[in-house]
């Protein structure tokens, strides 16, 4: 049972970080608790730290929106935090769309779907290509694009402030997860994880791989749900550079001859490891 | 060009073509319910928002004045709700603005697009500066106006005899009763809809609307007589209307009065 629990032990924290950060914010509409008001667009911690969507920000600025001050220091906040600790640490660690595309992984991965489908195979590249999308219709029709239909804040929102007609998009996240494309939503589309992922490019926390512990086991690379950025695995001993890592732990926990880790690597590391 | 190049560059058309169809379909679909999903004009709003268009392009949705509100009376919209998802947004009948006088709505709003600088007159922050919507009167079914001693919406207004003023006026149809009619004044109406929320009959008799839709503009085509103000109401309007003076052509004024044989002809046609 231990070794059960420590093989999962990053999945655990996770859920709990998910849950205890939609509990705080449930609460302060709900029962008027003090620790934090908002959603995940934008929110102010204990009445005072002012948090703000830079991506949600970003579309306003397109749609003809002036920013206020309160905005920028809230967008300033959360870029040092994703400048420093990745910005896909949101994806994995606070999403809560996160918890349904890997309940369709994981239903997908006990149903063999994987080695029966013979769906359509999406290009990881469409989240950036979508990114620009949304930034050109906010400056079309003046409203935050992607805003208006994004299944992330149409949960957090929902969870907080109630769904409506909302959670047939969470359904058709979960099916089109299911049945359509392995990691469709969260690996291949959505934008604000393209976003996160860009901002965080030389955050200090990767994931490092030590080629001389590799046995090349293959367990990572199935557990991974961004298996292009583990492409030097049994290969060489490096961080993980490329920009998609969701910092999940998966393949930490996964990885039998801790050949995989969590570290700090200076950007000055980083660039020598990439020349 | 080499034979053996031919499948590949087929391929790479063929990817091409693909992705634009799919891009396509997206992008289609995407703008169709962005067009639709703003187009509501009869939302009310809270204190201190920006116009509805600057307002939907502002508010980040973040929901912190529904927090705010003391009175519950805010609402995030959500996908069901024909207004632009997330946006908060409150319903009269369901509960009115309870105008607070520290405004903790429009005061937490990260955005600004609840602005308290348009809840400023003279440098005076006063809630009673907010123009939500106007309150508009269906004379065909409220009660005072039909001859009942109602009351119920001047005695809901936190404005009482400013915003909403009643008049007295004989009933013709008794011939020894008054009717006491409320009458909204749109200088002083908030459209905090609490006469909305009070007033007794089935479907409320008064109704607050957007200022976009409940407000008239007269326009720079007509001018009230004898009233020089109003003239310079017009010349203030500078712009949305260019008077074009059609040129006059005496020559077909005079051949008009000359043309005998079709007057004659007028003439004997009736």
């Not at chain 1, 990881?124 to 219709?137: D, E, G, Q, V």
């Not at chain 2, 007033?199 to 976009?212: F, M, R, Y």
Request: aromatic share 10%; with cysteine.
């Amino acid at each position: 049972m231990t070794r059960f629990l420590y093989k999962q032990r990053f999945l655990l924290a996770r859920r709990v970080v998910q849950v205890l950060l939609m509990t705080a914010y449930f609460g302060a509409n709900a029962y008027g608790w003090q620790i934090v008001v908002g959603n995940f667009s934008s929110a102010r911690y204990f009445g005072l730290i002012p948090l703000s969507d830079p991506y949600a920000t970003l579309q306003s600025f397109f749609a003809g929106a002036v920013i206020a001050t309160d905005m920028l220091m809230g967008v300033a906040v959360v870029l040092f935090f994703y400048a420093i600790i990745g910005g896909r640490f949101f994806c994995s660690w606070v999403c809560p769309v996160n918890m349904i595309t890997d309940g369709a992984a994981w239903l997908r991965e006990k149903l063999h779907l994987d080695e029966r489908s013979s769906g359509p195979v999406l290009s990881r590249h469409i989240r950036y290509w979508i990114i620009a999308l949304s930034l050109l219709l906010s400056y079309l029709f003046s409203v935050a694009a992607f805003e208006m239909i994004s299944p992330i804040a149409i949960t957090h929102r929902g969870i907080i402030f109630g769904f409506g007609f909302g959670w047939v998009f969470l359904v058709a996240i979960f099916l089109f997860d299911l049945f359509s494309q392995r990691h469709g939503w969260c690996g291949h589309l959505c934008p604000l994880g393209g976003f996160n992922a860009i901002v965080g490019k030389y955050s200090i926390i990767k994931v490092v791989h030590d080629k001389d512990r590799c046995i090349n086991a293959q367990a990572c690379l199935k557990a991974c749900p961004e298996e292009q950025v583990l492409d030097m695995v049994g290969k060489e001993s490096r961080p993980v550079t490329q920009i998609e890592c969701v910092k999940c732990g998966r393949c930490v926990e996964a990885c039998d001859s801790q050949a995989l880790s969590f570290s700090i690597v200076s950007i000055a590391e980083q660039m020598r490891g990439r020349a | 060009m080499n034979e053996t190049d031919e499948p590949e560059r087929r391929h790479f058309l063929l990817k091409m073509v693909n992705a634009l169809g799919y891009g396509a379909f997206g992008a289609i679909a995407w703008s169709a319910y962005l067009s639709q999903a703003q187009a509501n004009k009869l939302v009310l709003r809270p204190p201190g928002a920006l116009n509805e268009k600057d307002f939907v392009s502002t508010c980040i949705r973040c929901g912190m004045c529904v927090e705010a509100c003391p009175y519950d009376a805010l609402e995030l919209a959500t996908i069901s709700d024909q207004i632009s998802i997330g946006t908060p947004y409150f319903t009269p009948r369901v509960q009115a603005c309870q105008m607070c006088p520290d405004i903790p709505c429009a005061s937490i709003c990260p955005s600004k697009s609840l602005d308290l600088d348009l809840l400023r007159v003279d440098d005076e922050l006063s809630i009673d500066n907010a123009r939500m919507g106007l309150a508009t009167i269906n004379t065909e079914t409220c009660l005072a106006y039909l001859g009942l001693q109602c009351t119920m919406c001047i005695r809901a207004c936190p404005l009482a005899d400013t915003a909403i003023v009643l008049t007295n006026e004989r009933n013709p149809r008794t011939d020894m009763h008054a009717f006491l009619k409320p009458v909204v004044d749109p200088d002083f109406c908030t459209g905090c809809g609490m006469c909305e929320r009070a007033c007794p009959t089935e479907i409320a008799s008064i109704h607050v609307l957007p200022l976009s839709v409940s407000s008239g503009d007269v326009g720079s085509h007509y001018i009230v007589g004898w009233e020089e103000d109003d003239e310079k109401r017009i010349n203030q309007r500078s712009g949305d209307v260019i008077l074009d003076r059609t040129k006059r052509n005496q020559k077909s004024a005079l051949d008009n009065v000359n043309d005998v044989d079709g007057i004659l002809k007028g003439l004997y046609d009736d």
